[in-house]
């Protein structure tokens, strides 16, 4: 028995904060396999190259440029995908933003950026996706975080903002499971080149002791997140809904990580530069 492929041609496969690191990562997968992908980020610069990418795979693809914080943007992206692709099959909510800071030293805007990004961005993209999700069988992944459960110094506002992100996903279940809708989180763990990691381990050495805590002792690499994805969206995921799934070699067994000192050589980069 194996995992038919073939089921994802010409489906419609829309991934918000889909231009770079695992999201994107999560749409190339889609799109090798003949799926019609459109992708969604702020950057102009990212978007072209995102989507000449995913061209260039030979398959259709449709950059956006939109902000999941301001919901028309989201929704004229939406639109748009629809039109050309039809209702949507596979809907990934990946947007984030992260930085090391201590709760007591950050600003109040600073804990609102990554809220509004990571949670209230998530439920933008999910409320602007819900006319548009096929009915019944679409399905909806989130890319949430180790945080999200894992009490982490330097991280309180990325454990709040994941851990909405986690009950959001765990409550849609129970209000969109009537109409065939299926969500589900990913928890990638440190996954190796992505911005992630170099903002929450910038030195070699920080590198190093991160991979030490996990068991199977190396980085994740974002196809290991991809193919996670795609199983969920194919036949063999149809019974799954509301689950919150590690992809991270084990690392949510081992209890709570400490950045300080991965902040203070970010913050020493940082002078230097
Ligand atoms: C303290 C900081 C800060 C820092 C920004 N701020 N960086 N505070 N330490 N290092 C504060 C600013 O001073 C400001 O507050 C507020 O946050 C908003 O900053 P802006 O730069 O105006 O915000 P914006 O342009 O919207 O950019 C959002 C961002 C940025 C999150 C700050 O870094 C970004 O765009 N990130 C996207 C890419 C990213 O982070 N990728 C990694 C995702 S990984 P004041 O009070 O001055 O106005 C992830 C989990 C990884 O999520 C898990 C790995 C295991
Ligand atoms: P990344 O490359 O920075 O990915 C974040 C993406 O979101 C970018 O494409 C960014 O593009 C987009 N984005 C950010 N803010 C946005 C906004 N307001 N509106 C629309 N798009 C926005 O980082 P990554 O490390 O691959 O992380 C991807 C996801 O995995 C995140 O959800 C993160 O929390 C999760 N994660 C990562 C790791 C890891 O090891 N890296 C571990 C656990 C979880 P623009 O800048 O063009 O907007």
Known sequence: MQLDLTQFRGRHVFVAGGTTGINYGIAEAFGRVGARVAVLSRSAENVATAQARLQALGGEALGCVGDVRQPATVQEAMARAVAA????????????GNFLALAA???PNAFKTVVDIDLLGSFNVLRSAHEHLRKPGACVIQ?????????????SHVCAAKA???MLTRTLALEWGGEGI?????VPGPIAD????????????ALERMTARVPLQRMGRCEDVARCALM?????????TGAVIPVDGGLSLTGPRDFASAAAAAAAARSRA
Not at 182 to 186: D, H, P
Request: aromatic residues 8%; hydrophobic residues 35%.
């Open 85 to 96: 692709y039809g209702p949507i099959d596979v809907l990934v909510s990946g947007a984030a």
């Open 105 to 107: 030293e950050m600003s």
């Open 143 to 155: 890319i949430s975080a180790p945080q999200a459960d894992t009490p982490t110094p330097w991280q």
């Open 164 to 166: 909405g992100v986690d």
């Open 182 to 186: 299926r969500i589900n989180s990913i």
């Open 194 to 205: 992505t911005e992630g990691i170099r903002r929450l381990a910038p030195t070699p050495e």
């Open 232 to 240: 969920l969206a194919s036949d063999w995921g149809s019974y799954i």
